[in-house]
């Protein structure tokens, strides 16, 4: 009779084994599978924040530049915007419209370029237009004097009309 005992403990035993063996293969399986997917989303989801953080900087600048412009020659306000680490230029000007992607609306854009391969420009109009006539055909096209840092953190950046057509961003 001590040998069936023996036995059933060795089908026990070989089952356990055998049991432990399947399940490490399914965790290294599904580990394999969702490791890459977690990594992927994640990547994904730190460009949409840098992404966020770029357009909420450029909505900051235009709503500045176009209070600026509304208000008239002399008027100046102060903002503070944030920039993600992945900025590579800040561009404000009128040469960027009517090309590549951009289209022809008579508008100067605010353009934050990021250091990625795709979807890497941020581009926002301002109210300001990119050229306008004065007076007796003369075509005036305003001057944006942007002294702007591309580093990332925090920013404070005054906006003045100084004189006509030029509009001052200086750094402090």
Same mark, same amino acid.
């Given at each position: 009779?001590? @040998?069936?005992?023996?036995? /059933?403990?060795?089908?026990?035993?070989?089952?356990?084994?055998?049991?432990?063996?399947?399940?490490?293969?399914?965790? =290294?399986?599904?580990?394999?599978?969702?490791?890459?997917?977690?990594?992927?989303?994640?990547?994904?989801?730190?460009?949409?924040? /840098?992404?966020? $953080?770029?357009?909420?900087?450029?909505?900051?600048?235009?709503?500045?530049?176009?209070?600026?412009?509304?208000?008239? &020659?002399?008027?100046?306000? =102060? !903002? +503070?915007?944030?920039?993600?680490?992945?900025?590579? $230029?800040?561009? !404000?000007?009128?040469?960027?419209?009517?090309?590549?992607?951009?289209?022809?609306?008579?508008?100067?854009?605010?353009?934050?370029?990021?250091?990625?391969?795709?979807?890497?420009?941020?581009? !926002?109009?301002?109210?300001?237009?990119? $050229?306008?006539?004065?007076?007796?055909?003369?075509?005036? !096209?305003? &001057?944006?004097?942007? @002294?702007?840092? +591309?580093?990332?953190?925090? @920013? =404070?950046? &005054?906006?003045?009309?100084?004189?006509?057509? =030029?509009?001052?961003? +200086?750094?402090?």
């Amino acid at each position: 009779m001590p @040998h069936l005992n023996k036995g /059933r403990k060795l089908e026990k035993g070989q089952f356990s084994i055998e049991f432990i063996i399947v399940l490490g293969v399914l965790l =290294t399986l599904i580990a394999s599978v969702s490791l890459p997917l977690y990594e992927n989303s994640s990547a994904k989801a730190r460009k949409l924040t /840098r992404l966020s $953080q770029a357009r909420e900087a450029g909505n900051e600048l235009v709503s500045a530049l176009n209070t600026v412009y509304a208000g008239g &020659v002399g008027a100046k306000q =102060t !903002i +503070e915007y944030s920039l993600p680490s992945s900025v590579r $230029q800040i561009r !404000i000007d009128e040469d960027v419209d009517g090309t590549d992607s951009v289209p022809q609306d008579n508008r100067m854009d605010v353009q934050i370029e990021m250091d990625w391969e795709e979807d890497n420009v941020v581009l !926002i109009n301002t109210l300001i237009p990119s $050229q306008y006539q004065y007076g007796e055909g003369e075509e005036v !096209i305003p &001057v944006i004097d942007a @002294h702007l840092s +591309e580093s990332h953190g925090d @920013h =404070t950046v &005054v906006v003045s009309y100084e004189n006509y057509p =030029t509009i001052v961003l +200086e750094e402090v």
